[in-house]
């Protein structure tokens, strides 16, 4: 313990005798205060918020015409993509399908009967494509209804697929017997 230390705690009585008088301070500090009431300005009458109140008005007011605008005209960027999105689809599957159903159709190993009862088949998913047609006209963005297209496409596709290779492998197997060594 240092010397200064020591004379504190060996004056701790003398150090506690003045205490300070809370109210007579107060009273010292209310009397220094000024008693007039300060001027108020309402903040309405003020020029800036007048100009800044204008402003919010404005882009307020901008805003609701730009959504009513927006509404009335709902996203065609997006609905154009989509609608082109589905035109290219169904071209590609269109042509894909057409294509092999004239394989079908030319096909000479199948009999007339088989390709008429394979035709009202592909017909059935056809109109089924249809129906799905309109609803994703109904609904453009509906990903559900796409993808049940795609999903028609591809199985008229796996269909026709399946009928060519059944005929060239049957095609095969009775090729395979003319043959011997």
């Known amino acids: 313990m240092d010397y200064f230390e020591k004379h504190i705690r060996n004056n701790k009585a003398l150090f506690d005798e003045h ?13 220094e205060l000024s008693h007039s009431k300060p001027k108020a300005v309402p903040l309405w009458r003020s020029p800036l918020f007048r100009v800044a109140a204008s402003i919010v008005l ?27 999105e589905l035109m290219d689809i169904d071209m590609h599957y269109s042509n894909l399908v057409r294509h092999q159903v004239q394989l079908v159709k030319d096909h000479p190993d199948l009999s007339q009967q088989d390709k008429e009862q394979f035709l009202s ?34 199985k008229r596709i796996e269909l026709i697929e399946n009928l060519l290779r059944q005929i060239n492998d049957s095609k095969m197997i009775n090729d395979d017997y003319g043959y011997s060594l």
Do not use: H
Not at 58 to 75: H, K, N, T
Not at 121 to 147: A, C, P, S
């Open 121 to 154: 088949f592909m017909d059935e998913l056809d109109e089924e494509y249809k129906t799905l047609k309109l609803e994703m006209k109904k609904n453009l963005g509906n990903e559900r209804v796409l993808e049940a297209i795609i999903g028609n496409y591809k």
């Open 19 to 31: 205490q300070a008088d809370r109210s007579k301070m107060w009273a010292k500090i209310e009397s």
């Open 58 to 84: 404005v882009l307020f007011l901008s805003s609701l015409i730009g959504i009513a605008v927006y509404d009335r005209y709902p996203s065609n960027g997006q609905n154009s993509v989509v609608s082109q």
